[in-house]
């Protein structure tokens, strides 16, 4: 599998909301990395529960992949995203 096919892949799976195979796309001591709210999350465990706390909270969230970065031993999925959120706070993303 290329790793343009494994930004899909975590695309697919997110959109999946199953958090356990979400979680599984990654190394057990990978980093899942959220810029636009400046999360850091490592290990399977930690990954597993930001993306429960995530479906939670943005119960019809939708991503779709606009570009797929891919490098030597990194993939970066660039993103535009819909959703509503049951926070009573809003968040802004960047």
């Not at 796309?25 to 290990?43: E, Q």
């Not at 399977?44 to 797929?68: C, G, N, Q, S």
Request: no cysteine.
């Amino acid at each position: 599998m290329n790793l343009e096919q494994v930004g899909r892949n975590w695309v697919a799976a997110w959109n999946s909301r199953d958090s356990e195979a979400f979680s599984r796309l990654y190394a057990p001591d990978g980093m899942y990395v959220d810029p636009s709210f400046g999360i850091r999350r490592v290990g399977r465990t930690l990954v597993r529960m930001h993306h429960e706390i995530w479906w939670k909270a943005v119960p019809d969230f939708v991503m779709t992949a606009r570009h797929i970065h891919v490098a030597a031993r990194s993939v970066i999925v660039e993103i535009t995203a819909k959703g509503t959120s049951r926070a009573s706070t809003s968040l802004a993303a960047t």
